[in-house]
T-cell receptor, first 114, second 112 residues
């Protein structure tokens, strides 16, 4: 079985603050893939990052960074110096078990206050 | 390159009526997926096409839902008859085999 937990439902931050979104996953498979998607107010799901289980290297893309730790089954996402445009729902997702279907967490609603 | 498109963007129907949702994948993507998000819950997988064949339909909730992908291009998802609990956002995604799924904007369905 595959499961993704995003415990924080809604997070409000003041512009320029950093915000970290937690993602904890469960799978029995040794090969799996983790994803983050962003859903802005317009509604579409925008792909942000994909990481496979054999690559624990952290990644930085502009103000976004991801911390993958297999020891704690976590794939956390940090937005540095948040901006109003970062206001969105962020979903963590897992693909494992040899099939292509994604298991999503419930999402984190991020509100950046100007 | 055009992204995944979905039609309509919104649909409001009465219980018992039929609704058909359409998804056009990214050109060259053989894999097409349907997902659904019911209010306040997770986005849940419905099914996966590889070209015109159903690869995995383990997430389809019941036989009121019928998905087709004739010719392996666009796909339709029909709900007949619609029930109140079918309300939600229906997302379509496409990908090459094993690669990242790119999502459409979703269809917001409200059943009254």
């Amino acid at each position: 079985a595959q499961k993704v937990t995003q415990a924080q439902t809604e997070i409000s931050v003041v512009e320029k603050e950093d915000v970290t979104l937690d993602c904890v996953y469960e799978t029995r498979d040794t090969t799996y893939y983790l994803f983050w998607y962003k859903q802005p107010p317009s509604g579409e799901l925008v792909f942000l990052i994909r990481r496979n289980s054999f690559d624990e290297q952290n990644e930085i893309s502009g103000r976004y960074s991801w911390n993958f730790q297999k020891s704690t089954s976590s794939f956390n996402f940090t937005i540095t110096a948040s901006q109003v445009v970062d206001s969105a729902v962020y979903f963590c997702a897992l693909r494992s078990g040899g099939n292509n279907r994604l298991a999503f967490g419930k999402g984190n609603q991020v509100v950046v206050i100007p | 390159e055009a992204g995944v498109t979905q039609f309509p963007s919104h649909s409001v129907i009465e219980k018992g009526q039929t609704v058909t949702l359409r998804c056009d994948p990214i050109s060259g993507h053989d894999n097409l997926y349907w997902y659904r998000r019911v209010m306040g819950k997770e986005i849940k997988f419905l099914l996966h096409f590889v070209k015109e064949s159903k690869q995995d339909e383990s997430g389809m909730p019941n036989n009121r839902f019928l998905a087709e992908r004739t010719g392996g291009t666009y796909s339709t998802l029909k709900v007949q008859p619609a029930e109140l609990e079918d309300s939600g956002v229906y997302f379509c995604a496409s990908s090459r085999w094993g690669e990242t799924q790119y999502f459409g904007p979703g269809t917001r369905l409200l059943v009254l």
